[in-house]
């Protein structure tokens, strides 16, 4: 956002949710309908799964490689989900948020303590399932092996129990209503009096300057 030429540096939004809440579907939707806000692209060890494209979903990197990008501190944060390794850019990031971009992350509840820590301001929010019932449902209409199935539902649970850590909880029962909490959050957050205060002092300067040029003794009079 422009202050009479000043750039208000972006905000970083962090998402975290277990596997099979619709974290991916949600992000794409907010994506398309709130502007200024940007996904991050993380790196990953992982192979990719169909339909994801490199560079657009993820940065899918060997191990050896994501390795080196970590001694060189490279990431701004790291972690090792279900046997693969994620992390996040710190310069690609830093890029987007100079430029007054605001960055959604997508990452785990490791990811997202190591941000907190790091990145003052950001914002946290989990994705809650309505429930292990309806998670187990949405991982097996993907196709999810039974012993990844335990072992994610299980993974589900610990990240569960650490939500309350995060600014915002949202539940996603109802794709359209998640979404539309998700926009509010952002939209809210952009308003926080912290983050306007350079725009707030540029229009009280207007006002100041206005007031002098209409003093009494500033007047031109009528002809």
């Known amino acids: 956002m422009s202050e009479k030429g000043r750039i208000r540096r972006g905000i970083v939004f962090v998402l975290s949710a277990p596997s099979g809440t619709g974290k991916t579907t949600l992000t794409r939707r907010l994506l398309r309908r709130v502007p200024g806000i940007r996904f991050s692209v993380s790196c990953t060890t992982r192979s990719p799964r169909p339909g994801e494209r490199d560079g657009a979903d993820y940065h899918f990197v060997s191990p050896s490689r994501f390795a080196c990008l970590r001694k060189r501190g490279e990431f ?6 279900d046997g693969a390794a994620y992390g996040t850019s710190r310069r690609r990031l830093e890029r987007h948020l100079e430029r007054g971009e605001d960055v959604l992350l997508d990452i785990d509840t ?12 950001s914002v946290l929010v989990f994705l809650l399932p309505p429930g292990p019932v309806a998670l187990r449902r949405r991982l097996q209409r ?14 589900a649970l610990r990240e569960i129990t650490r939500c309350g850590r995060y600014d915002y909880l949202v539940l996603n029962d109802r794709l359209e209503r ?3 909490d998700l926009e509010a959050i952002i939209r809210a957050e952009r308003s926080r009096t912290r983050r306007q205060r350079g725009e707030a002092t540029a229009i009280q300067q207007m006002f100041r ?15």
């Open 110 to 121: 490791q990811g997202a303590a190591q941000v907190r820590r790091r990145m003052r301001g």
């Open 178 to 180: 998640a979404c539309r």
């Open 209 to 223: 300057a206005e007031a002098r040029r209409s003093a009494p003794g500033n007047r031109r009079s009528d002809p």
């Open 142 to 155: 993907r196709g999810t092996d039974p012993a990844v199935l335990a072992r994610r539902l299980g993974l």
């Open 76 to 81: 701004l944060e790291h972690a090792e989900v």
